[in-house]
């Protein structure tokens, strides 16, 4: 079926440093992403969305691009911190899926000092 | 988390036991989801609901039922719990053009 991936497992940054985790998808309907982070033990906390009318949007710290062309998302968080140590996960969704989200399979982030 | 609870938190139990585990939320959302969570698969749907009685399967459904009496409340049974459905699961609010979706904080379960 219709699959959302993640190019990299896991990835080291140094604290200060900027962090990039790209997230490919396949579905062609997909109209909303969200990128989620996810701490040891707790549930998925919502970081930052984009829906398929745009390309860009930033947050505080963070930036996620949309290129549907490639069908391509990635996440941006600045100035890493030792706090953004987490698990982080795309996902997708259209309403022809009852607006459930599909998720990538995670992309572990470790900020080192 | 932000008007959503799982019931429990934990659970140990054996094989072949039915087993419910409840999401309440206080959002008044129409759409409720439950997913399960394990190495090397992120989240993966199992049933979701938009709306009191109306519900859908999703990718992982086989050997889980749900039922949504109320919109405050999505129950979901496993009727015979097998070592494989072993599992953390999410329920989450959400969906419909509302931005964000949210998540409970899990239920850990074990069949033993």
């Known amino acids: 079926g219709e699959s959302v991936g993640l190019h990299l497992p896991t990835l080291s940054v140094q604290e200060g440093d900027n962090s990039i985790i790209n997230c490919a998808y396949s579905?062609?309907?997909?109209?909303?992403f969200i990128w989620y982070k996810q701490e040891s033990g707790k549930g998925p906390q919502f970081i930052i969305d984009i829906r398929s009318n745009m390309d860009k949007r930033q947050g505080q710290r963070v930036t996620v691009l949309l290129n549907k062309t490639v069908k391509h998302l990635s996440l941006q968080i600045a100035a890493t911190q030792p706090g953004d140590s987490a698990v982080y996960f795309c996902?997708?969704?259209?309403?022809?899926?009852?607006?459930?989200?599909?998720f990538g399979k995670g992309t572990s982030l470790l900020v080192t000092p | 988390d932000a008007g959503i609870t799982q019931s429990p938190r934990h659970k140990v139990t054996e094989t072949g036991t039915p087993v419910t585990l409840r999401c309440h939320q206080t959002?008044?959302?129409?759409?409720m989801y439950w997913y399960r969570q394990d190495p090397g698969h992120g989240l993966r749907l199992i049933h979701y609901?938009?709306?009191?009685?109306?519900?859908d399967k999703g990718e992982v459904s086989d050997g889980y039922s749900v039922s949504r009496s109320k919109t405050e409340d999505f129950l979901l049974t496993l009727e015979s719990a097998t070592s494989s459905q072993t599992s953390v699961y999410f329920c989450a609010i959400g969906g419909q053009g509302s931005y964000g979706y949210t998540f409970g904080s899990g239920t850990r379960l074990t069949v033993v």
């Open positions: 996902a997708e969704t259209n309403s022809n899926s009852g607006y459930a989200l599909n």
């Open positions: 579905n062609s309907a997909s109209d909303y």
């Open positions: 959002e008044n959302h129409r759409y």
């Open positions: 609901s938009y709306g009191v009685k109306d519900t």
